[in-house]
């Protein structure tokens, strides 16, 4: 069973910067992926963000040249570097954690960026 535990979600004003965490305890094979994904109110979640264990990324259109994925191997953790953000980045963010046998959700992380 693998447990993701966010952290780094808060309020900020539009043009600044927030680091999501998200780091995963279990038993997990070493070849994985870890990605964020969002959801706003009235909206379906989408894919912000994907990170392979080998580190291949991919972003959304949407978030290109502002955010920044990276991992963190040996502890397990992913990032979220959001930078120049904006009022339609606010949501609620999810880790999201994918092995051969694991598929797994954190608890979501609130993020608000106001005008």
């Given at each position: 069973?693998?447990?993701?535990?966010?952290?780094?979600?808060?309020?900020?004003?539009?043009?600044?910067?927030l680091r999501l965490s998200c780091a995963a305890s279990?038993?997990?094979?070493?070849?994985n992926t870890m990605a964020w994904y969002r959801q706003a109110p009235g909206k379906q979640r989408e894919?912000?963000?994907?990170?392979t264990s080998g580190g291949s990324t991919n972003y959304v259109d949407s978030v290109k040249g502002r955010f920044t994925i990276s991992r963190d191997n040996a502890k397990r953790t992913v990032y979220l570097?959001?930078?120049?953000?904006?009022?339609e980045d606010t949501a609620?963010?999810?880790c999201y954690?994918?092995?051969?046998?694991?598929?797994?959700?954190?608890?979501?992380?609130?993020?608000?960026v106001s005008s």
């Amino acid at each position: 069973q693998v447990q993701l535990v966010e952290s780094g979600g808060g309020l900020v004003q539009a043009g600044g910067s927030l680091r999501l965490s998200c780091a995963a305890s279990g038993s997990i094979f070493s070849s994985n992926t870890m990605a964020w994904y969002r959801q706003a109110p009235g909206k379906q979640r989408e894919l912000v963000a994907v990170i392979t264990s080998g580190g291949s990324t991919n972003y959304v259109d949407s978030v290109k040249g502002r955010f920044t994925i990276s991992r963190d191997n040996a502890k397990r953790t992913v990032y979220l570097q959001m930078n120049s953000l904006k009022p339609e980045d606010t949501a609620v963010y999810y880790c999201y954690f994918r092995d051969v046998d694991v598929r797994q959700w954190g608890q979501g992380t609130q993020v608000t960026v106001s005008s």
